[in-house]
Nanobody, 130 residues
Framework: QVQLVESGGGSVQAGGSLTLSCAVSDTISRYCMGWFRQAPGKEREGVAVVYYRGSTSYADSVEGRFTIARDNAKNTLYLQMNSLKAEDTAMYYC?????????????????????????WGQGTQVTVSS
């Protein structure tokens, strides 16, 4: 049972930056790793994903502003968030799906719903003030 622990959330002004981290208790390269977010009253949405082979995908709303990355030596996932906007305010979650599960399929993509991920962190709050 892999465990995920997020950190790095906080409050920042619009235009600022934050970096989220997600510590993974297993070998991170065995998983597709995603960042999701959920604002009050809204559905959880995918932000970015790094596939187990290392390629990445982003939601249109964050393309060019956010960068997802993993450190295989530290088994840690990151989300560098620049040029933050008020609409980025949400609880951010780290999620993992094993390459031996759904992640290994050719249909696994940025649009893969959150229900297809087997492991979740507890979330970290990001608040952007305008």
């Amino acid at each position: 049972q892999v465990q995920l622990v997020e950190s790095g959330g906080g409050s920042v002004q619009a235009g600022g930056s934050l970096t989220l981290s997600c510590a993974v208790s297993d070998t991170i390269s065995r998983y597709c790793m995603g960042w999701f977010r959920q604002a009050p009253g809204k559905e959880r949405e995918g932000v970015a994903v790094v596939y187990y082979r290392g390629s990445t995908s982003y939601a249109d709303s964050v393309e060019g502003r956010f960068t997802i990355a993993r450190d295989n030596a530290k088994n840690t996932l990151y989300l560098q968030m620049n040029s933050l906007k008020a609409e980025d305010t949400a609880m951010y979650y780290c999620a993992a799906e094993s390459r031996y599960g759904r992640c290994g399929g050719s249909s696994f993509s940025m649009s893969t719903p959150s229900s297809e991920y087997g492991y979740w962190g507890q979330g970290t709050q990001v608040t952007v003030s305008s």
